[in-house]
Every structure is written in structure tokens, then in C-alpha cells.
């Protein structure tokens, strides 16, 4: 039987809750979840690839079900080399819509074998995003609740 194989790309810089909920989430609905760092984003990174990869697999563990990777140039080309059929993508406000629309129409109308899946993000995560926290962090507030531990080392030694 073909295995349900979803891709949950993004920036990840760097991984927060809102990220690991919906990876859990997903797991629940796909055989593998493949986490894939967006190498060219125009983002301005505070952690390079290699530092957001270090982190994502030393969450990710031993789970057999969960793969990090990155990716260059467009989203669909690599779903389609990675033989995966869905992006799974988390919506957090009526804000991210707009957006996110776009992505999958665009994804979409370039391939027509790849569909998007939205999944609400969970309540208590809904106003997060990497940057918000980095602010948090550069600040010294407390960021203990948004991202796992880890991360919270990490993003303290950054702005020590
Ligand atoms: N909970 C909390 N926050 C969340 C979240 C969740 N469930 N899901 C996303 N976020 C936040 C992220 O932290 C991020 O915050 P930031 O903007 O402060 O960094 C923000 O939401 C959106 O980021 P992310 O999900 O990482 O997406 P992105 O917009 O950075 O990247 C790509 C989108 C990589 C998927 C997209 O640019 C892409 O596909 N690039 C490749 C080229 C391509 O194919 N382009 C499309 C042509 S149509």
C-alpha cells in the first residue's frame, strides 16, 4: 500500500509549539511527516539552515514517522521529488488567509497532483510566530511557554 506522505514546509527560524502542534497533529493523519526547511526563504534568518536543522532533529528524536530535510527552489517541485502529495500547512488568523490562499492557488495551478491541507492551529498558540518570540527574546522576556526548551537555550545564547 502507498504510504501517505505529507510535507509541513517552512521557515522554521526558529521552530516554536505552534510548529510541533501541528507536526503531532499531522502525524495522526499521515504515515511520515517530512519537516523541510525552506533554504531560500527572503526571510532575514537569526539561525542559519544548518543550526534550524540541528534543532528540528534533535526534537524529532527517533520518531520514525518524522524527517527534517531542506529544499530550494519551488515548494511543488519538491513534493513531487520526495513522491509526497500534500503540503500541510497550519492557519493561525483570518490575517495568515490572504496568504496562504495565494500559496496554494499558486501550488496548485503549477501542479495539479499536490493539494494543500490547512489545520487550524491550536488556541493557545495562535498568536505566536518566530518573530514575535525573537522579539520576546531579544528583550529577555520569558519565552519558557512558546518554544521547547531547547530552543528557549538557544535563542537565549543568541541575544546574551
Ligand atoms: N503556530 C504558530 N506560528 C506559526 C504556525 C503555527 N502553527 N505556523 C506558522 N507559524 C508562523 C511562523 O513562525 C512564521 O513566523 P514569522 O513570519 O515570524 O517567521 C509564520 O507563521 C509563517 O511562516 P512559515 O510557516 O514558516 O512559512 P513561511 O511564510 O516562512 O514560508 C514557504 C513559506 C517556505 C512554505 C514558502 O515561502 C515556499 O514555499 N517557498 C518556496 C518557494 C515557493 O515555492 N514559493 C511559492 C510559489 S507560489
Do not use: W
Not at 501517505?4 to 514546509?9: C, F, K, N, T
Not at 495522526?28 to 534550524?52: G, H, M
Not at 519551488?74 to 497550519?90: C, M, N, P, W
Not at 490547512?118 to 519558557?144: R, W
Request: proline share 3%; glycine share 4%.
Amino acid at each position: 500500500m502507498k504510504s501517505r506522505i505529507a510535507i509541513y514546509p517552512g521557515s522554521f527560524d526558529p521552530i516554536t509549539n505552534g510548529h510541533m502542534d501541528i507536526i503531532h497533529r499531522g502525524l495522526e493523519i499521515f504515515d511520515r511527516v517530512i519537516i523541510a526547511v525552506a533554504r531560500n526563504s527572503e526571510k532575514n534568518s537569526l539561525f542559519t539552515v544548518q543550526e534550524r536543522l540541528a534543532l528540528i532533529n534533535k526534537l524529532v528524536d527517533d520518531n520514525q514517522q518524522l524527517e527534517v530535510d531542506t529544499f530550494d527552489g519551488l515548494l511543488v517541485d519538491y513534493v513531487v521529488e520526495r513522491e509526497a502529495s500534500v503540503i500541510l500547512r497550519g492557519l493561525r488568523a483570518v490575517s495568515d488567509f490572504e496568504y496562504e490562499f495565494q500559496l496554494a492557488q499558486m501550488n496548485r495551478s503549477i501542479s495539479q497532483q499536490v493539494e494543500t491541507l490547512f489545520m487550524m492551529t491550536s488556541p493557545q498558540n495562535a498568536y505566536l510566530s518566530s518573530s514575535i518570540i525573537k522579539e520576546v527574546a531579544s528583550h529577555c522576556g520569558d519565552i519558557d511557554k512558546f518554544v521547547p526548551p531547547i530552543v528557549a537555550e538557544e535563542l537565549r545564547k543568541k541575544f546574551a
